[in-house]
């Protein structure tokens, strides 16, 4: 479901569903880059929480009054959580996801990414970009909480010395630069999602 707002939030449309998917973890993003053949497009990503458990996209050129019907971007190896979005330069968009075990606590096993140069008519999808070791299921030292180790992503458009890099934010344990208590980690990609480099933030 999507609410859409003309006057920078004071009102909002009525609801509008976009699909009828089961699913987890939507998350939107839009074309903010003049020079992009696609400026003011925008983008709703999300997991479809039924086998496969592929991530799904749709856009709005309208500014979200009307939809593209939904699309699946990845075929996964393993069931697939989680899902962000973000724009990339020149109006390329990036996807990411964790794949997870098959059994209970399904802790986040690799980490996959997935781009489109053509405004999503197509992507190039990497199942398997990384290995990690997320800590999905409940932290005992905090009092039970439920946690995991969904990754997020964004990149660099400022145009400077890093421009194009690809960062994305993962939590896990047990696998370095992790240690055996939940760390998060930055991994970052300087060769357009070819290869990353990770640093233990905590």
């Not at 699909?19 to 999300?46: I, M």
């Not at 075990?101 to 997935?114: H, N, Q, R, W």
């Not at 439920?146 to 890093?162: C, E, K, Q, S």
Request: aromatic share 10%.
């Amino acid at each position: 479901i999507h609410h859409y707002s003309t006057d920078n939030g004071i009102t909002w449309s009525n609801q509008k569903t976009i699909t009828n998917d089961d699913l987890e973890r939507a998350t939107l993003t839009s074309d903010v880059h003049p020079s992009s053949a696609y400026f003011g497009r925008s983008y709703a990503v999300w997991l479809k929480f039924a086998p496969p458990f592929p991530l799904n996209f749709v856009f709005t050129d309208d500014g979200g009054a009307n939809w593209s019907a939904p699309a699946q971007i990845n075929n996964p190896i393993q069931r697939s959580v989680g899902g962000d979005i973000t724009m990339g330069p020149n109006g390329s968009v990036y996807v990411c996801w964790a794949g997870v075990i098959s059994t209970s606590p399904f802790t986040e096993d690799f980490v996959g990414i997935a781009s489109s140069s053509n405004g999503g008519s197509s992507w190039q999808v990497t199942e398997n970009a990384f290995d990690m070791n997320g800590i999905n299921g409940l932290l005992t030292q905090k009092g039970n909480i439920r946690v995991n180790g969904l990754p997020n992503i964004a990149v660099d458009t400022t145009g400077g010395t890093r421009h194009g890099w690809i960062y994305i934010i993962t939590t896990q344990k047990n696998l370095l630069p992790a240690g055996s208590d939940p760390d998060v980690i930055l991994n970052r990609s300087t060769d357009g999602d070819r290869k990353s480099t990770r640093l233990n933030s905590s």
